[in-house]
């Protein structure tokens, strides 16, 4: 008899660890509290590394079906002076498919497929140690048992406080996101300055960063550091309130940089939390957490890359684990899980005190660390 297994969170890690179980015809209950796919916007763009995301799709069966969705074209990465002058403007090779990108809207697309999401199933809290399993309770006041339940719901999980209660705490940088529309027709100058991929601005303890995703589309990002109340005089519904201050904070830049946030539609405020580093708990038969819910850490590229590998890696040892009970199986993985994402946590961490620092040298001296030229 096959173990009743439920994944909470339908994003990249739940998606990826029902949909590599459904490649082994192992049924799985996927729960999400948004009440439809499109229900809200799905996000920017996402690089999916040769080792990690792309990996885990390799895993699902789903990599040429990347392939011919994403954008190798999108890994060119221009980084400028605050007086416009452009200090370096690397380049893929047309051949060059290590972190190519694709929106995470089709991304979701791909790899919802034929999986049977339950929308709008929000789970409030998980019960271990149970007779008949893991009682899991519903928004809407129902309760359900199963064998396994994955904690796959991002940042402020609610399946999370079953093994650690350990909670997200405030990086001291925050980030204020914008979007262009049609750039190519709308903003032309613009879009050259994007390029392809992306155009970044290192300045004293502050960034701009643009990056392109498909159709026309352009993510911009305003990253500085401020205590978590810095807007409380300011009304964040407010749009140009919010770009009247992001202009005064970036006073002093090159008119051609502040053009993308003067374009921008609507702002939209993200706060930078992360877990501790090193974030592990004691093993809880029947629960586990993937992605987010395990090692929230700074919005490097890393993030979702890993949490989509460890969804594949754990439907596999289930799915085809040789002779391992379903509780050993899980066991194997948080410990694999652990020692992997504390090194990209510190990577991550490090990497954002790097990138918006008080010598913006040092976010030039990591991108040539990083993508030598």
Avoid: C
């Avoid at 929106?103 to 791909?110: A, H, K, S, V, Y």
């Avoid at 899980?330 to 899980?337: K, Y």
């Amino acid at each position: 008899m096959r173990h009743r297994i439920a994944v909470v969170g339908g994003g990249p890690a739940g998606l990826a660890f029902a949909r590599v179980m459904h490649r082994h015809d192992y049924p799985v209950a996927v729960l999400e509290r948004d009440p439809a796919p499109d229900a809200r916007p799905p996000g920017g763009t996402l690089d999916l590394h040769e080792r990690l995301g792309q990996l885990a799709l390799d895993k699902a069966g789903l990599l040429a079906e990347l392939q011919a969705l994403s954008r190798p074209e999108g890994q060119a990465m221009r980084i400028l002076d605050t007086d416009g002058t452009v200090l370096r403007d690397w380049r893929p090779r047309p051949d060059d498919r290590a972190n190519p990108e694709i929106d995470r809207g089709q991304l979701r697309d791909l790899l919802l497929g034929p999986l049977d999401v339950r929308w709008g199933q929000g789970v409030t809290q998980v019960v271990p140690g149970n007779r008949d399993g893991v009682l899991v309770q519903f928004a809407d006041g129902r309760q359900e048992t199963f064998d396994l339940v994955v904690g796959a719901d991002g940042a402020w999980s609610r399946i999370r406080p079953a093994v650690s209660s350990v909670t997200p705490h405030y990086t001291g940088v925050t980030s204020v996101e914008t979007s262009l529309d049609d750039v190519d027709t709308r903003h032309p100058d613009l879009a050259r300055l994007i390029g392809d991929g992306s155009v970044a601005v290192y300045g004293v303890n502050r960034s701009l960063v643009a990056q392109r995703n498909s159709g026309g589309h352009v993510k911009v990002y305003a990253k500085f550091r401020a205590p978590l109340d810095w807007h409380t005089d300011l009304d964040l519904a407010d749009t140009e309130a919010v770009r009247s201050s992001l202009l005064a904070l970036f006073d002093g830049w090159a008119a051609p940089v502040l053009e993308l946030l003067s374009h921008g539609t609507a702002f939209v405020h993200r706060p930078f939390y992360v877990l501790p580093v090193s974030h592990t708990w004691a093993h809880v038969p029947g629960v586990t957490l993937l992605g987010d819910a395990a090692h929230l850490m700074p919005p490097l590229g890393a993030g979702a890359n890993l949490a989509m590998l460890e969804g594949a890696e754990l439907a596999e040892s289930i799915a085809t684990g040789p002779g391992e009970s379903l509780d050993e199986a899980v066991r194997a993985f948080e410990e694999q899980m652990w020692a992997r994402a504390g090194r990209w946590a510190k990577i991550t961490t490090d990497g954002l005190e790097r990138l918006v620092s008080p010598d913006p040298a040092e976010a030039l001296a990591l991108f040539d660390q990083v993508q030598p030229s």
